[in-house]
């Protein structure tokens, strides 16, 4: 049996595990304070270099007070990892924005941490629906936003290579340069139809069909899986303003027609979805999943998403 989680107050039975990483291109207040203040009771740790956070939950789910909630102070990335963790000990799960998107606690009414903090304390939650990811037989992953493969991946691993010289603003800036400058179509596989493509991007509810790139969900519960298919049939700069998620970056774009034309761009609403990649010699080989990439062993791969409802249980406003 599990402490009941006391979500009117104190943060008693709340475990907040903390990613030392996550925004730190961002400029924002440490929430220490705002956590001792309104959640004295509440377990707050850091992950250490070379932590796991699986293996620190595992260990507290073993401990002789199990946390009755899972909190998660990051990114995107960090936040499916928990929530994937709370699917399978059955816990609700704390978001709590610490990186430098924070798609998922956005579409969730979360906007900072005291808004968190705020749907916490009123014990407000939805069962949220997620994806669930697999490559070449690998064990599934859990993603709440979106899966891509393409010219986004290669930008993302083009910053975390100059991530560490340069940061991740500055290296996102220069990545896009490079990536504009170099990217090359893939070809997919769909249900034995060949195409070649810029980006294919899975995301999980319905989503704003003028956008190409749904790194951001619009809805929470729906177990549909909306999927966006960037033909190759323009040019690299329309590629990469492709990737543009704002919503007003993205009538800007599309008013100075560099916008791919919506005949590009093919949408798919199903439950499940299935592609076999094959990046051409010489380009990237990864996938992307809610912003962390993963790196299949072999040049070609298969990646398989299926929507999952009531996923799993997100406190929200």
Known sequence: MHEAADSTGSGVGLLILRNSRSGTAVIRRDPADEFARRIPDAQVRTLQEGEDLGEVVAASMTSDHPPAV?????????????????????????????????????????DDVDAALDAFESGRTVRVSAISTACDGADPTLALNAVSVGSYPELIEERERLRPRLG???????????????????????????????????????????????????????AILDVRIHHARGSRVRAMAALAFGRR???VLRALGLMPPKQDVERLLVP??????????????????????????????????????????????
């Open 168 to 222: 991740k603003w500055l290296g996102g800036i220069l990545a896009a340069w490079r990536t504009m400058r170099t990217a090359e179509p893939l070809t997919i596989v769909v249900d034995g139809e060949r195409a070649r493509v810029w980006s294919v991007f899975v995301g999980i509810g319905r989503n704003d069909p003028e956008r190409v790139a749904t790194m951001q969900r619009a809805e929470l519960t729906s």
């Open 249 to 251: 970056t993205t009538a």
């Open 70 to 110: 899972l909190g998660i102070y990051g990114g995107d990335g960090s936040v499916a990892r928990m929530a994937e963790l709370a699917r399978r000990f059955a816990l609700p799960l704390l978001v709590l924005p610490g990186g430098t998107y924070n798609h998922f606690a956005r579409s969730a009414g979360l």
């Open 272 to 317: 499940a979805f299935e592609m076999l990649v094959r990046p051409d010699a010489g380009h990237s080989t990864v996938f992307v999943h809610d912003g962390e990439l993963a790196d299949p062993p072999g040049r070609a791969f298969t990646v398989r998403c299926t929507a999952v409802a009531d996923a799993v249980e997100v406190f929200a406003r």
